[in-house]
């Protein structure tokens, strides 16, 4: 091959750009023709030479000073300007969010001034306070802590509310609405009053401020020889536990299993908890629990919230006669004590169907707290 | 712990939005990067307002950003797109005036008539048309190809060859004359 044809590849084989077969033919030729190789080095130190030049003439272009800073500059502007950019992209929906805002607080200062349905306390989480009240036979309240732990200390030293020879009773008790005592010495045994009741509220008990709850009401007020037990204190925002979120977190703690059903083992008497055929429309049972012998289901629906609470009977009767801040009501043929309605909402029924005492309370209608008593 | 590894650390912390560690990128690469620009545009402002624009838009993309290469030729590849893009809607813009510039325009012969016999390289080079500057530094400074050079300029491989072919002819004439 003619040295000129070669050499005109000596450009494309420094570009790299040559394929092997003729990279092959030059470096053969090279090996061969002493003129070609000569030119060929003359042409690999032109090139390192100017590649070498453009080095330097790189290096050599002056840097600005100021350039780092400005690019921070434009850098930090640039970030605030996306974050506009996307509160803007969010602009459309402003007028949908105060319309919601407004109805939001139309609706509260609707439920607060207007209705009787209490608006959940969800800030606080308060739950309902309930409390069971010994009396001892000499009247006074003191004599009886208002915890739960006082007064299963009672139970073991013999001095337990169960005691069958005093006469016993329960009843809903306002925290908000003045003590009425009562004479009931002459009233029939109609209600079981049980310390199981308390037993089942450990939490409401815990959460009351110790024997604090010795101040509280004196219920018994002159009933001498009466051993009368006061269960479920509501406080003035006296909801069921609801706060659904909170509930639903642990489902173990709930009761329920993972479909929403209740979870619960049978009671040591062998028998499931008896559940209500109807319910208002929405209510969802959003926790259970069983503390020994008393079981108590947690529902809600919006706004409405209440439980059932079941426990045995034991074979004691307390009575609703005498009492006057509720009335008697039938359910089912069986006689059971309706609470009038608390300022908070807050309504309780309690009655005994065989061997069982039965409580339902929350702030839900008349109407259709005796539809859920009918139903179980 | 060396370059690479450091380089590699602060790539990993900027990409999980440690502002920090962008700002000391910034500074290993900016003067690298607007020497790039500065090669490819000719002019200083424009060289500095792409070489923002080029961290800018490392910024947005660095998350993107595989390591498959190392983090300079990466950033190069960016700021020179932006420079042709730049460049390209100058050009538009000229073309639409009529006021394409002559130096881009400017063959391997016109540059070789202007070299002076006494001049050093280097002032030869800064005779060069821009066009023909960028190709040098493409090729040589950032290593590469003949047919990556064609791919960023948007020109045929056979024009970088020929300029990279004239560019070593009129530099031997200048050594060979000196």
């Keep these: 091959m003619l040295c000129d044809n070669i050499r005109d590849w000596f450009n494309d084989y420094l570009d790299g750009d040559l394929t092997l077969k003729k990279k092959q033919i030059v470096d053969d030729h090279l090996s061969q023709c002493s003129k070609c190789h000569q030119e060929f080095e003359m042409l690999k130190h032109i090139d390192a030479r100017l590649r070498q030049e453009i080095r330097f003439m790189f290096e050599d272009i002056p840097v600005p000073g100021s350039l780092p800073q400005k690019i921070e500059d434009r850098l930090d502007l640039n970030v605030k300007a996306s974050f506009f950019r996307l509160l803007q992209s969010y602009r459309r929906y402003t007028g949908i969010a105060a319309a919601l805002i407004v109805f939001a607080t139309a609706y509260g200062i609707f439920q607060q001034y207007f209705s009787s ?38 139970e073991s030293s013999g001095q ?23 004479d009931t010495s002459g009233v029939d045994a109609t209600y079981s009053s049980t310390g199981a009741l308390d037993r089942s509220l450990p ?9 604090g709850k010795a101040d509280g009401p004196n219920v018994g007020g002159g009933t001498s020889g009466d051993t009368r037990a006061i269960a479920s204190k509501i406080s003035s925002e006296a909801t069921p536990p609801a706060g659904g979120e909170t509930m639903m977190a642990d489902k173990a703690a709930t009761g329920l299993n993972n479909e929403g059903r209740l979870n619960l083992a049978a009671t040591p008497s062998g028998c499931d908890p008896l559940l209500p055929g109807y319910l208002p429309e929405g209510a969802k049972l959003i926790k259970a629990d069983r503390q020994e012998d008393t079981v108590r289901l947690y529902y809600t629906a919006g ?16 009575s609703t006669n005498g009492l006057t801040n509720g009335k008697k009501v039938k359910i089912n043929e069986l006689d059971g004590f309706l609470l009038n309605k608390t300022p908070s ?4 029924l309690s009655w005994q169907s065989d061997h069982l005492l039965l409580t339902i309370q929350g702030n839900l209608s008349e109407n259709e707290l005796i539809k859920i008593a009918e139903s179980m | 712990m060396n370059d690479d590894a450091s380089e590699l650390k602060l790539i990993h912390a900027a990409q999980a939005g440690n502002k920090e560690a962008f700002s000391e990128l910034i500074s290993r690469h ?14 200083q402002s424009e060289a500095e307002d792409l070489t923002q624009d080029a961290f800018l838009t490392c910024y947005r993309k660095l998350a993107g950003f595989r390591k498959e290469s190392s983090f300079r030729t990466w950033f190069s590849r960016i700021v020179v797109n932006l420079c042709y893009d730049h460049l390209r809607k100058k050009r538009r813009e000229g073309a639409l005036l009529g006021k394409i510039s002559d130096r881009d325009t400017a063959t391997v012969k016109d540059w070789m008539d202007n070299v002076d016999q006494s001049m050093e390289i280097k002032n030869a080079l800064k005779l060069l048309s821009d066009s023909h500057r960028t190709v040098l530094v493409l090729y040589y400074e950032l290593d590469l190809s003949v047919k990556s050079v064609a791919k960023i300029m948007n020109i045929p491989v056979g024009t970088v060859k020929s300029r990279l072919a004239g560019a070593r002819a009129t530099l031997r004439e200048i050594l060979e004359r000196g």
Aim: glycine share 6%; hydrophobic share 30%; charged share 20%.
């Design chain 1, 117 to 154: 349905t209490p608006i959940p306390n969800f800030i606080s989480g308060n739950s309902p306070q309930v409390i069971v009240e010994n009396i001892n036979p000499t009247g006074s309240s003191d004599a009886l802590p208002g915890d739960s732990t006082s007064l299963s200390r009672d």
């Design chain 1, 160 to 182: 337990s509310i169960q005691n069958k020879n005093h006469k016993e009773d329960m009843l809903f008790h306002d925290s908000n609405l003045p003590a009425k005592p009562e």
């Design chain 1, 203 to 211: 939490q409401e008990t815990d959460a009351l401020p110790g024997t």
């Design chain 1, 303 to 318: 706004q409405m919230n209440f439980f059932i609470e079941e426990s045995p009977a034991q074979g004691n009767k307390t």
């Design chain 1, 345 to 348: 909402g807050e309504i309780g």
């Design chain 2, 30 to 43: 900016v003067s690298y990067s607007y020497r790039v620009a500065y090669s490819i545009l000719q002019n």
